[in-house]
């Protein structure tokens, strides 16, 4: 199986036909409703059901790769850590759909008030980037152990609205990435507040140079000067280390551009 990507003309061919066909099954298999055209085109509905399918299977992303793909086509060839985080996964996404109203409405506009939830969750003993249930719970989800948490916590929101995010979202510059090739949960990115909105993520650079992005977190609302983000790890003196979530005002000056999640 070839590496898939979104191309201007459309890729095409029977393997993609076929990969379409397995998606189905699994998306069955998962009780989604999702269902595809299986034209043999590998579009956006596609690459948003692959995944769907990676992400519960247990596979890290990017899916798209012939490796990810050979797992998904062969299910039986996975590991026991796959096997592990498909259990997880699932679990974690039955306890989502059995206790609906602990995180309210799902999707993109939700996602701040989601987020909104938890300001006051603080790591400790301070300094430690850890902290039980929370933080630790947030980066455990992400098989991490002590660890700057702002991606960790942004994706937890993320997967509690409903979207389909890997560790990758850990790591700001691979927040950008993803967000620019519309890959692990990500479907758009902008450089300008104009063009963003509540639930979109804002990355920053607080060197300041406009270069690789070091901090992330969530909008609330947009304003001509300014941005209300909620953030994880953040709070106190230091913006980006604060060892909290809070609710911050922030200048446009240090922000690279905006995510958007797949929700």
Not at 31 to 60: C, I, W
Not at 150 to 157: E, L, N, V
Not at 174 to 179: N, Q
Request: hydrophobic residues 35%.
């Amino acid at each position: 199986m070839r590496e898939l990507r979104l191309t201007s003309p459309l890729m095409r061919g029977r393997d993609i036909r076929h990969l379409q066909g397995v998606l189905n099954d699994r998306l069955r298999h998962y009780r989604s409703r999702t269902r595809l055209k299986t034209d043999g085109q590998f579009g956006p509905g596609t690459l948003h059901a692959l995944n769907a399918v990676g992400y519960t299977m247990g596979l890290e992303s990017p899916y798209t790769r012939p490796a990810a793909i050979n797992l998904i086509l062969h299910p039986r060839l996975r590991n026991r850590a796959q096997l592990a985080r498909e259990r997880q996964r699932l679990r974690a996404k039955a306890h989502a759909h059995a206790h609906p109203s602990v995180h309210g409405s799902r999707g993109l506009a939700a996602l701040p008030a989601i987020a909104s939830r938890y300001v006051g969750v603080h790591e400790h003993p301070p300094g430690s980037n850890w902290g039980y249930p929370t933080p630790a719970n947030w980066l455990r989800g992400f098989g991490l152990g002590p660890a700057p948490w702002c991606g960790a916590f942004a994706g937890s929101m993320i997967r509690l609205a409903g979207g389909h995010v890997s560790s990758r979202v850990t790591y700001c510059p691979f927040i950008e990435a993803d967000a620019r090739t519309h890959t692990n949960g990500f479907n758009g990115w902008v450089s300008h507040h104009s063009q963003a909105g509540p639930g979109w993520l804002a990355l920053f650079d607080w060197g300041g140079g406009g270069g690789s992005p070091d901090h992330v977190e969530i909008v609330k609302a947009i304003y001509p000067d300014h941005v209300v983000c909620v953030g994880g790890n953040t709070g106190g003196s230091n913006p980006s280390w604060g060892g909290m979530v809070g609710i911050e005002r922030r200048s446009y000056g240090p922000i690279v551009g905006y995510a958007r999640p797949r929700l």
